[in-house]
DNA sequence: TTGGCAATTATGCAAGCGTATAATTTAGGC
DNA sequence: GCCTAAATTATACGCTTGCATAATTGCCAA
């Protein structure tokens, strides 16, 4: 007579937040194919049954992944900035060079990504999301561009400010991709240097660092 | 007594072909999960067995396809360069505006370059076919705004022209997946005008159109 | 200490998956 | 016009999947 496998009550959070973590490792490892119902279990040391406890579908753990991946991402730009000085100009620059160094340059958060990507045309629930997440993270950065170019005495046109947030965002996404994908092609130093440069030339600022 | 479905026999180049287009369609409108043997032979107007009379495995049919996906993306660009003209400015404002356009932009290229950048991190072989084509296209790209700054009479530094070609190349890719994945929040004029704004303060140029 | 209830495990099920293999049809050489 | 080899269809098998449900366990209030 098996004993049954013996288990610790966690609470909500807690064991949401794991099982959240399990999906993602196992998407980071085989792709979405890899992330089956009972993979993420055996990965977050329960049994599969619990997953539906949590979540009513997979479908709708996936979705909730999706969302803790994309805030990480924005977060890990904005976390440092605290420690910079409150000068706009000195913030701005280094919200720019945390978005295109490590932590936030990752071939796991990238492929995470890739992954996401790949649901949101046809998923609305990951549309959603991802619309969100994205239309916040620029929000963030025409904020905090208009606040720079006013510092500088430059304070930009009504639809200006929408055009450099589409276009920096465009910029920042691109040169993330490039050095979360080829990361041996470029030094950190060199990303963060080709960054900042080309949004004094941008927005037509001069940027410190 | 149903009789047995009639068939031609067709080519054995013809057959892989078809095969391939089906399951680049596939990924396309569902995402590789739905690229199963059976959808694949039902868009392909075969049935399922034949699949294995011209791949051994599911797997060899993955990978024929995501050749031709990317052998294909890479011609259609280096192609669509022939037809832009002479002029190095208008040239330059000429490929800006395409890569932010349709066909171009497009949902189903977005869904399947999802799909191939996902195996990138995994897959040696994939990631040596996004090397290639990736510093290709920049290659290209880093040439034609050397020119187009020598024709304004300001010949970049040695230095910057690689670095113009990286931020130029990470623009463009953003502004793509932006306006593929969200093409509701732009109009097609708006990104062309965004694109080609934020090129010429990037390169302190005065592009045409 | 002990109920009781929610959290968790355990088991089962129907559907879809990739693959194997046998049966049949097509097309071309003779 | 038939005969043969290859192309294609048809069928079946074993496995995995997501989901449902019953059985059990841990924990807290009384």
């Known amino acids: 007579m098996n004993a049954r496998r013996p288990y610790k009550r966690e609470g909500e959070e807690a064991r949401r937040a794991a099982l959240i973590r399990a999906t993602l490792d ?39 992944a999706h969302e803790t991946l994309m805030t990480g991402l924005t977060e890990g730009s904005l976390a440092r900035l605290d420690d910079l000085p409150a000068d706009p100009l000195a913030r701005l620059a280094g ?28 998923d609305p629930a990951m549309r959603a999301v991802h619309e969100a997440t994205y239309l916040a993270f620029r929000d963030r950065l025409e904020a905090m561009i208009a606040q720079a170019l006013r510092a500088a005495g430059k304070a930009p046109g009504p639809g200006e400010s929408r055009a450099f947030a589409i276009a920096g965002n465009a910029l ?14 470029f030094t950190e130093g060199e990303m963060k240097s080709i960054a900042i440069k080309a949004f004094e030339r941008l927005l037509d600022l001069k940027l410190p660092e």
Chains 1, 2 share one sequence.
């Not at 890899?34 to 996936?62: C, D, W």
């Not at 978005?99 to 649901?119: G, I, T």
């Open 26 to 64: 196992c998407i980071a490892e085989g792709g979405p194919q890899a992330a089956t119902v009972r993979a993420i279990a055996l990965k977050a040391g329960v049994t599969q049954g619990l997953i539906r406890h949590y979540f009513a579908t997979k479908e709708e753990l996936i979705a909730a």
């Open 95 to 122: 919200f720019i060079g945390n978005a295109v160094s490590p932590p936030v340059v990752d071939p796991r958060a990238m492929a995470l990504w890739a992954a996401s990507m790949q649901l949101v045309p046809r």
């Open 172 to 185: 920042l996404d691109g040169l993330w991709i490039e050095a979360s994908l080829l990361p041996e092609h």
